[in-house]
């Protein structure tokens, strides 16, 4: 059974920093490319950031332009985690973030992902 479990999401005020995590199990981690979406209320799941697999693309990385020079994507293999270092947040960052994942590939868009965690809530106050 595949699972995907985010943490580390919360209440932070614009300018604070946050770090989310997602733990994955039933899978061939190192094989999958992982990303990061977000969802706020009356809008669009949204691509943030991807990391692809050593396997497929050496662990390449990219970004949604709004979060670029903020926002770091990584991943520890050993550990099965993929993590979202969040700097200099915004309003605008407030959402649900949800991790991803695919089998090869590339993560770009919302239709490229194989597996999903269940969510994880970042509030960001002015």
């Known amino acids: 059974q595949v699972q995907l479990v985010e943490s580390g999401g919360g209440l932070v005020q614009t300018g604070g920093s946050l770090r989310l995590s997602c733990e994955v199990s039933?899978?061939?981690?190192?094989?999958?490319?992982m990303g990061w979406f977000r969802q706020a209320p009356g809008k669009e799941r949204e691509f943030v950031a991807a990391?692809?697999?050593?396997?497929?693309?050496?662990?390449?990385?990219g970004y949604a332009d709004s979060v670029k020079g903020r926002f770091t994507i990584s991943r520890d293999n050993a550990k099965n985690t993929v993590y979202l270092q969040m700097n200099s947040l915004k309003p605008e960052d407030t959402a649900v973030y949800y991790c991803a994942a695919r089998r090869l590939g590339s993560i770009v868009t919302r239709y490229d992902v194989h597996f999903w965690g269940q969510g994880t809530q970042v509030t960001v106050s002015s």
């Open positions: 039933g899978l061939a981690f190192r094989t999958y490319s």
């Open positions: 990391i692809g697999s050593v396997n497929w693309d050496g662990a390449a990385t």
